[in-house]
């Protein structure tokens, strides 16, 4: 979502520097959700690699032993997190549009749809048939998801504090700029914040799909 930030013209030093405080921290949101999915893609590549190495070294054939975890709820788990990051997709489209209501609607769709799925794999977790030491596989599943599972908890509780940011915040500012400054730089640094959040929640979509095809197609 794009952000414009209004032309600090004819404002005193504290107003053009209040302006260019606000003008970086929306600068600082971008910056860091790349940050934070740099450093995610790091750790979640750990796994990434543990999983080829052990796979490929399979010492005393103990890469799989199983019992394989339930094929369905690695399906359910990564199709109820795609299906949010989509859904919140598609409301903010609608948002754009001027179209709050929408957007709070489908935003709130989409956290308990995450929530759901993170509880369904805390539920897989705690009725798992093999023990982290029970092989190669065993350890990189037990050892990927709950630090996904963790990674998720924290954007939902993201997104369910945006809910809130913009349940004060008129439609009409989210199409026509605001009769103040504070009340635009407050739509820009939640738009921001929005913006942020779509990109990290689209990004463990991706990395849900992932781990699915390495735990359950690949292993």
């Not at 990109?199 to 992932?210: E, F, G, M, P, R």
Request: aromatic content about 16%; hydrophobic content about 55%.
């Amino acid at each position: 979502m794009a952000e414009t930030t209004a032309e600090p013209t004819g404002l005193s030093q504290e107003e053009e520097e209040a302006a260019f405080y606000h003008e970086a921290g929306l600068n600082a949101s971008w910056t860091g959700a790349r940050l934070a999915i740099g450093s995610l893609s790091f750790g979640f590549g750990a796994f990434v690699f543990a999983f080829f190495y052990l796979r490929s070294l399979n010492s005393h054939g103990r890469w799989y032993v199983g019992p394989a975890p339930k094929a369905w709820i690695g399906i359910v788990v990564m199709a109820l997190i795609v299906v949010s990051a989509l859904v919140q997709w598609l409301v903010l489209q609608r948002m754009k549009a001027g179209n709050k209501s929408t957007w709070v609607a489908g935003a709130s769709l989409a956290l308990a749809l995450g929530f759901a799925g993170m509880g369904i794999q805390i539920w897989q977790l705690t009725n798992l048939g093999f023990w982290p030491g029970d092989g190669g596989y065993a350890s990189c599943f037990v050892g990927f998801y709950p630090v996904f599972v963790a990674v998720v908890f924290a954007a939902m509780v993201w997104l369910e504090t945006l809910i809130m940011r913009a349940r004060p915040i008129p439609t009409i500012s989210f199409v026509e700029q605001p009769p103040t400054y504070d009340e635009a730089f407050a739509v820009q640094r939640f738009q921001a914040s929005l913006s942020a959040f779509t990109v990290i929640w689209n990004y463990l979509a991706i990395v849900a799909i992932i781990a699915w095809i390495l735990f359950y197609l690949v292993k």
